[in-house]
């Protein structure tokens, strides 16, 4: 016969896993819908920061004056941010891939 202590200490444990956050699955029980959605959001993220940096190597190449009221953004400061947004593309695609 159980002890009134452990079965009060077995419902209580019982309770905790009701109550702990489930992942919602597909219709069908593929992958959560969590996942899913996180894998869009970063292939987002990665195709936004790769058409900053193409936009930023653009105007590097090109030569493209950039004026923030009266201060004159050099042309070597779009080659570095050409690198860190195109790192962050990287970066962005890779970890889609690692989720999928």
């Known amino acids: 016969m159980a002890s009134p202590a452990r ?5 209580t444990s019982l309770r905790l896993v009701a109550l702990r956050p489930q ?3 597909g219709p069908l029980g593929d992958t959560p819908l969590q996942e899913r959605d ?3 959001y970063e292939r987002v993220s990665g195709t936004l920061f ?4 193409v936009a930023q190597l653009a105007r ?6 950039a004026h923030v009221g009266t201060f004159a953004i050099p042309v070597w400061f779009s080659f570095v941010a050409f ?3 195109a790192g962050l593309a990287v970066w962005g695609f890779r970890s889609t891939r690692g989720a999928a």
Request: glycine fraction near 4%; hydrophobic fraction near 60%; charge should be positive.
């Open 50 to 53: 790769a058409l900053i940096a």
């Open 38 to 40: 996180m894998a869009r």
């Open 7 to 11: 079965s009060i200490s077995r419902s």
């Open 23 to 25: 992942l919602k699955r």
């Open 83 to 85: 690198v860190a947004t």
């Open 60 to 65: 590097a190449v090109l030569g493209l004056p």
